[in-house]
């Protein structure tokens, strides 16, 4: 589970068509807005720049080169080795993520692989692009790498170039890859070009069925078919994570395919499986077939880079965790992956620490199969003492959550918590924190790691005035002071005793419980508890939809309750009045992304894109429910008429009305998700993810204003590695989008014609699949 930061605190620059800059006087007008056509207007250019990246988004470098510096060429080679199998893993999301996604990558590779950004200008300025189109495309560019697709990682929205459509076909043509390849590069282009510009409806976000586009299921699939598919696995015990759904129809009969992400095609048993996964299967009087090879080329790929990276393994829970990740990538075997994460979990303090696969579950529809990423970073030993700290505390400070010690596990399994200096992270985006594994049965009774990504946050949150939207003028100084600390604070937290507290009641195939089902009483009804999880029944399969959404939001909601302690502050080194400033600041950041959040909401099919964006609009509606003048939030317009809206904090009620409004509302969130009450969950949670008109606040309105004053999410440059005989090298690139599309189009070394043919075949052939 990864920890997203807000747009406030990994922002760029407002979407260059609005000027949506803050001014200090606004007037209060309640819930009477300005009907001025100039509003309208404004509303009606902001539908459109949702789906565009402006042209002056900020773009930061990671930087990781005094870290990388301090490495032993073993660890160097290591590094590198596991770079390159994240890397080539990573591309994987173009097939997860839209039918086009990998068409337009193969096409940008060409283009630039050709001519440098800079050279390319050349060719722009006499092909008739003003600087500001040429510009545009650039970032059209740097985005889709970014994003590995052209859906925001963050919100998974559509983006599309922000050119004529004649002006980018110009260019392409005139592009020296054009020319030295015209019948191929024509045919690259006709295939992607419509669905590079297409806004109609459904394709404007992702979604299942009718409400937006994904690969994880072929397009005739719809919600039941996605929930019969998980019964199925579940009856197989198979995980969803490495799978993707296929629905045909055969003689009027549908028929289901579920194919498995391996380098390996045969459907043959691997070692430890008694009989294969694979095969033909009647299941409720349905087809199923279970098959492997998704991804083929490029699980070929991670599989050599791993098995060359075993040699430069510092130890025995190293190269077992490869072998077994080896194993996992090459069958498409998710027990494998789930072997290497035990050594991974054994292997305590690394130099070098990593993790790849398939990971977080958001952007499935249904919520059960894992998007690929990768990650390769270096261990700030500075920063990690203070994780430490808290990892010493957490046996002091979980008694202090607000459920029964019986909702509580039984044993703490103290993990690692470092603080890494990201070297590579491929996938779609890059988390401020994360904590790992996903899977129940290893976290309930094994353990787990946390990490926080310091050269993330160090550059992820904003600190200029003028962006600090939504809050009062007297907040935003203390704001941009603490904001990071804060942050650190809440980002551990949040992975550590967050994702890592909490119980989950389970009767295995054996009929063995591992609570006391005669004892053990519901603290919200006084009763016996009387639901659980049986079997092979996972959080992520029973939650499904809501799993991931509802997780962040417990999680941020421990970071919250658990800040108010003093202990705490004084690991992080607050102590006083900055240990108040900090928790104000945390508190109040939570009420402005709340607010922030409803940014990635769609109000056409009531749905959220977000999962942590939607966790924090449900806190910020239980903040609101605590009354007594805790949290304030009206709408108010500015001396030019641009709606706003303002939101204050009492901050001599968070120690008492929030804390137990926080209190009350956890204890909830962690009792429904212990006993596997799905229908309680889902109630709970989707009645405060409601976005409407009624009520003292119209949240459909405050919409529209946080839509007006959105900026866009900050994009990051990564170095590469390269080999220079028995040596490792650092390639650093500019914090530029033209940076950015040269750090990608120099990071595919290893046969890049032969990588894009591959690429070109694995979407050409499932390009049926999504009509």
């Known amino acids: 589970m990864g920890f997203e930061p807000t747009r406030a605190e990994h922002n760029g620059l407002a979407v260059h068509r609005l000027n949506h800059s803050a001014t200090s006087s606004c007037v209060t007008i309640g819930r009477h807005l300005c009907s001025s056509s100039s509003v309208l207007n404004l509303r009606l ?10 042209n002056k988004i ?18 160097k080679m290591y590094a590198h080795y596991l770079s390159q199998a994240a890397w080539y893993g990573g591309l994987a999301v173009l097939l997860q993520t839209s039918p086009e996604s990998a068409d337009i990558f193969v096409l940008l590779q060409r283009i630039f692989r050709k001519q440098t950004p800079a050279q390319l200008e050349q060719v722009a300025t006499a092909t008739g692009l003003s600087s500001e189109e040429y510009q545009a495309f650039l970032v059209y560019a740097a985005g889709l790498y970014a994003n590995m697709g052209n859906y925001k990682s963050f919100g998974d929205t559509k983006f599309i170039p922000n050119l004529p459509k004649d002006k980018l076909t110009a260019l392409v043509k005139a592009s020296q890859a054009f020319q030295d390849q015209p019948t191929e590069m024509e045919a690259l ?11 109609e409806d459904r394709q404007k976000q992702l979604g299942l069925g009718d409400k937006g586009i994904t690969t994880y299921f072929s397009g005739n699939c719809s919600l039941e078919d996605a929930e019969l598919a998980q019964r199925f696995l579940d009856s197989k015990k198979l995980s969803a994570y490495n799978t993707r759904l296929f629905k045909r129809d055969n003689g009027g009969k549908a028929c289901y395919e579920v194919r498995l992400a391996s380098a390996v095609q045969k459907d043959c048993a691997v070692e430890g499986e008694c009989e294969s996964c694979c095969g033909s299967f009647k299941f409720e009087d349905k087809e199923f077939t279970v098959k492997r090879g998704d991804y083929a080329p490029l699980m070929e790929k991670v599989c050599s880079y791993l098995q060359q990276a075993q040699g430069f393994a510092a130890n025995e829970n190293q190269r077992k965790m490869l072998e077994e990740y080896s194993r996992s990538f090459t069958f ?16 305590k303090g690394p130099i070098v620490e990593s993790y790849l696969g398939f990971i977080e579950s958001y952007r499935d529809p249904f919520g059960s199969r894992g998007e690929f990423e990768g990650f390769i970073a270096v261990v700030n030993k500075a920063m990690s003492e203070r994780f430490a700290k808290l990892v010493s505390s957490a046996e002091v400070l979980l008694p202090e959550l607000p459920w029964p010690r019986e909702f509580e596990k039984d044993t703490f399994l103290k993990p690692d918590f470092t603080s890494l200096d990201v070297l590579t992270f491929a996938g779609s985006g890059i988390p401020a924190g994360i904590n790992i594994p996903n899977y129940d049965d290893i976290r309930q009774s094994e353990g787990f790691k946390n990490v926080s990504l310091g050269n993330v946050l160090a550059v992820a949150y904003n600190t200029q005035k003028e962006k600090q939207t939504f809050l009062q003028e007297e907040d935003k100084d203390l704001f941009i002071k603490w904001k990071g600390p804060s942050f650190e604070v809440q980002v551990g937290l949040h992975e550590l005793l967050g994702h890592g507290s909490g119980k989950l009641f389970v009767q295995d195939d054996m009929g063995k419980f591992n609570f006391d089902q005669n004892k053990v009483t519901n603290p919200e009804t006084g009763e016996l508890v009387s639901s659980w999880y049986r079997g092979s029944e ?14 962040e939001c417990r999680a941020e909601c421990v970071g919250l309750y658990l800040c108010l302690i003093k202990q705490v502050l004084s690991i992080f080194g607050h102590e006083g009045q900055d240990a108040e400033d900090v928790v104000y600041v945390n508190w109040l950041g939570m009420v402005q992304a709340g607010l922030l959040g ?11 894109r977000q999962a942590h964006m939607q966790a924090r609009f449900v806190i910020l509606r239980v903040l609101l429910e605590a009354g007594e003048g805790l949290v304030g939030l009206e709408e108010v317009t500015c001396p030019k008429g641009k709606p706003d809206a303002r939101i204050t904090l009492d901050r001599s009620k968070i120690h008492t009305v929030g804390k137990n409004a926080i209190n009350r509302f956890l204890c909830k969130l962690q009792v429904l998700k212990s006993t596997a009450d799905v229908e309680g969950g889902r109630a709970l949670y989707e009645r405060y993810s409601t976005v409407d008109d009624s009520g003292p606040h119209n949240f459909v309105r405050l919409r529209d204003t946080v839509l007006l004053r959105k900026d866009a999410r900050k994009m990051f440059v990564q170095a590469n590695t390269r080999v220079n005989g028995d040596s490792v090298e650092l390639v650093e690139y500019e914090a530029s989008p033209a940076g950015l599309i040269r750090s990608f189009t120099e990071r595919f070394q290893d046969d890049p014609e032969q990588l894009e043919t591959d690429l070109l075949e694995l979407c050409k052939r499932d390009a049926p699949c999504w009509c």
Not at 65 to 72: D, I, Q, T
Not at 189 to 199: M, P, Q
Not at 538 to 551: G, H, L, P, R, V
Request: net charge negative; hydrophobic share 35%.
């Open 58 to 75: 900020a773009v930061a470098a990671l930087d990781c080169s005094e870290a990388f510096r301090l490495l032993s060429p073993q660890e």
């Open 332 to 347: 498409g075997s998710v027990e494998a992956h789930k072997k290497g994460s035990r050594y991974w979990i054994k292997d």
């Open 189 to 199: 282009w006709d295939s992607c070009s419509c669905l590079l510009y297409s806004l």
């Open 538 to 551: 996972t959080w992520d399969s029973k939650f499904s939809t809501i799993a991931s959404s509802y997780e």
């Open 45 to 54: 250019n902001m539908v459109d720049s949702q789906y565009y990246l402006p």
């Open 598 to 608: 409803l940014e990635f909401y769609t109000a056409e099919s009531k749905s959220w």
